[in-house]
């Protein structure tokens, strides 16, 4: 495991960022049916932040996903690992995820979800890294834009580590030791 891990942003960063995204949220969501759908499993602690921030009150479910077909063939697909629990028709749905990258999952998860007849559809993420966008994904809060690296912390892993470090860091594989 030649990894090494450089801070990239702070609790302190973190915290601040997803203070101002639940204040847009409660701004916008005024009086509204809102249903946070988070992303397992690298949404977890985002969520968990996110919705104590919160004023207006949500419900909260979580979906599944595993993606196929990663390489430059459309025919890629997601597979729903767990499902929903609640009925979304005519709700105002805002899906929270830790990281948008090639848009690929979050692309499909949309169409499904759209499928369902929610009122209204959006999307908050943690992260955006936009400069790797394939498929177009409309993104309505962000906390960060990223323009490069790999990141763990914070929910998000490598190889399923590193999901309990309270800050966001920056995967660096050290040289002469591979991957
Ligand atoms: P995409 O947008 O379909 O390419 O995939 C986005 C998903 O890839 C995210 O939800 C993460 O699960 C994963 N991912 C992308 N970039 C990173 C990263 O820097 N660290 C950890 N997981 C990542
Ligand atoms: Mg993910």
Redesign the pocket.
């Known amino acids: 495991m030649g990894e090494r891990l450089k801070l990239l942003y702070t609790r302190e960063e973190i915290a601040g960022r997803v203070r101002a995204l639940a204040s847009a949220i409660d701004r916008d969501y005024a009086g509204a049916d809102l249903v946070l759908v988070g992303?397992l499993k690298?949404?977890f602690v985002f969520l968990a932040d996110l919705i104590r921030e919160l004023k207006v009150p949500p419900t909260v479910d979580f979906i599944g996903?595993s993606?196929y077909g990663?390489g430059t063939a459309p025919s890629g697909h997601v597979r729903l690992t767990k499902d929903l629990g609640l009925d979304i028709r005519g709700r105002d749905v805002l899906v929270v995820?830790?990281?948008?990258?090639?848009?690929?999952?979050?692309?499909r998860l949309l169409e499904t979800l759209r499928a369902r007849g929610p009122r209204t559809l959006r999307t908050c993420l943690l992260?955006d890294?936009r400069y790797?966008?394939?498929?177009p994904?409309p993104v309505d809060y962000c906390g960060f834009v990223?323009d490069e690296?790999?990141?763990?912390g914070y929910g998000?892993?490598?190889a399923e580590r590193y999901r309990h470090l309270p800050a966001i860091h920056?995967?660096e594989v050290a040289r002469g030791e591979g991957a």
Do not use: H, N, P
């Not at 995820?97 to 692309?107: F, P, V, Y």
């Not at 790797?132 to 498929?135: E, T």
């Open positions: 992303i690298g949404a996903l993606s990663q995820e830790d990281i948008l990258d090639t848009g690929e999952t979050l692309a992260i890294k790797r966008r394939r498929v994904v990223l690296g790999f990141v763990v998000i892993d490598y920056v995967v």
